[in-house]
């Protein structure tokens, strides 16, 4: 099947740093990638959706210019979490869709970050 | 707007039977699926439905009704690693996914 890897697994990181998240679809190419952020004992919210080789479209009340995301290839695309606060802190999750007739999304175990 | 809804909560015990309801109003419909997610975990697929209709796959099946909004995720022969978040999501005209916010089942002894 159709597998999404994520790292790091865990970061913690200090207010002001940045960080940066990888998303990888081992075994397909993904065409569309997508970012969610998930609060304690809440749903997911997506962040944002990537296609490769063009800019990502952000959902509203997401500040593209704190979470930067880079969809480099089928296979890649990165979250940077740009000057860190600690409301930052959550888990982030990846999803990857390969296109065509499969739209079912494959998700990455996700990240966790915690800001100090 | 988009909507799902599903319950915040359900109980259920072990070896029963539960069914987890879901009603979605989205702009398009392009199937609906079903996701289990533990506690810090990633959610892990269920199912899919973009038929009416019932889709069986083992202790775990689910509905569909497009006419009425409606799906429910039907679990049988429950066991404690059921325990556990279960998402509907829908994806709409533009084949973005919309999430409900998900039904926490406990499962007791």
């Known amino acids: 099947g159709a597998v999404v890897s994520q790292h790091p697994s865990r970061v913690i990181c200090k207010s002001g740093t940045s960080v940066k998240i990888e998303c990888r679809s081992l075994?397909?190419?993904?065409?569309?990638m997508f970012w969610y952020r998930q609060f304690p004992k809440k749903s997911l919210m997506l962040m944002a959706t990537?296609?490769?080789?063009?800019?990502?479209?952000?959902e509203q009340g997401v500040e593209k210019d704190k979470f930067l995301i880079n969809h480099a290839s089928l296979t890649l695309s990165t979250l940077t979490v740009t000057s860190a606060h600690p409301e930052d802190s959550s888990f982030y999750i990846c999803?990857?869709?390969?296109?065509?007739?499969?739209?079912?999304?494959?998700f990455g175990p996700g990240t966790r970050l915690t800001v100090t | 707007g988009q909507n799902i809804d599903q319950p915040t909560e359900m109980t259920a015990t072990e070896g029963a039977i539960v069914q987890i309801n879901c009603t979605y109003q989205?702009?398009?419909?392009?199937?609906l699926f079903w996701y289990q997610q533990h506690a810090g975990e990633a959610p892990t697929f269920l199912s899919y439905?973009?038929l009416d209709g019932l889709e069986e796959k083992g202790r775990f099946s689910s509905f569909l009704s497009r006419s009425k909004g409606y799906s429910y995720l039907l679990l049988k022969e429950l066991q404690m690693k059921d325990s556990a978040s279960y998402l509907c999501?829908?994806?709409?005209?533009?084949?973005?996914?919309?999430w409900g916010a998900g039904t926490k089942l406990i499962i007791k002894p």
């Open positions: 990537s296609n490769e080789g063009s800019k990502a479209t952000y």
């Open positions: 999501a829908v994806t709409d005209s533009n084949y973005q996914l919309i």
């Open positions: 075994d397909f190419q993904a065409t569309t």
């Open positions: 439905n973009v």
């Open positions: 999803s990857a869709r390969g296109g065509g007739q499969d739209y079912e999304q494959y």
């Open positions: 989205t702009s398009g419909f392009n199937g």
